[in-house]
């Protein structure tokens, strides 16, 4: 079983669309996060939540939602898609937010905006 | 501005050839020191964390060690599964979770 699961893999959109991508996980963590990584492959905390609260919200776009519906479950929807949201998003999730616990990533969600 | 830089941005050796990776620090109150592995079209990869100076952790062919301004990811003997992209992050006192990576380093190993 995959630990951080997140769908689509992939996903090819017109700009101006509403998209959403899902993330799971089945560690039992209290922790989960949004990481953008853009073309130069920099990774950047985008949101985090902690047992369902929104604890971390990095200068993100309000056009960029997330919702947990529960503790194993993180979404990401994004209105009014523009070419530079063209990335790839990975989920992740770790015990706790201590700053010592490592992170368990999913294995990402190629966003490209034509 | 809390900052990670990691060094050379690409390397690439030979089957054997052992060296290593740089990631230094500028940072307030770092709390831990990660490795990650990182391969094409996947998730990072969880390899090392390292909490104090002086600490070195080991695991197959990798050792990850650090000091007060930098942290250095010795590979000995790579093989071409070595070949990834390597990330350093840094954990902060305060930071609730969030982690501050470095751009990489792109490892080729070549038979």
């Known amino acids: 079983d995959t630990a951080v699961s997140q769908t689509p893999k992939y996903l090819v959109t017109q700009m101006g669309n509403d998209k959403s991508i899902k993330c799971e996980q089945n560690l039992g963590h209290d922790t989960m996060y949004w990481y953008k990584q853009d073309s130069k492959k920099f990774l950047k905390i985008m949101f985090s939540y902690n047992n369902k609260e929104l604890i971390i919200n990095e200068t993100v776009p309000n056009r960029f939602s997330p919702k947990s519906p529960d503790k194993a479950h993180l979404n990401l929807h994004i209105n009014s898609l523009e070419l530079g949201d063209s990335a790839v998003y990975f989920c992740?999730?770790?015990?706790?937010?201590?700053?010592?616990?490592?992170?368990?990533f999913g294995s990402g969600t190629q966003l490209s905006v034509l | 501005e809390d900052q990670v830089t990691q060094s050379p941005e690409a390397l690439r050796l030979q089957e054997g050839e052992s060296s290593s990776l740089n990631c230094s620090y500028t940072?307030?109150?770092?709390?831990?020191l990660f490795w990650y592995r990182q391969d094409p079209g996947k998730g990072p990869e969880f390899l090392f964390t390292l909490y104090s100076a002086g600490e070195e952790k080991e695991k197959e062919r990798l050792k990850a060690t650090l000091t007060k301004k930098e942290s250095f990811l010795h590979i000995t003997a790579p093989k071409p599964e070595d070949s990834a992209t390597y990330l350093c992050a840094a954990g902060l006192r305060g930071s609730q979770g969030n982690l501050i990576f470095g751009k990489g380093t792109k490892l080729s190993v070549k038979p």
């Open positions: 940072v307030s109150g770092l709390r831990g």
């Open positions: 992740a999730s770790s015990q706790s937010t201590a700053p010592w616990e490592k992170l368990f």
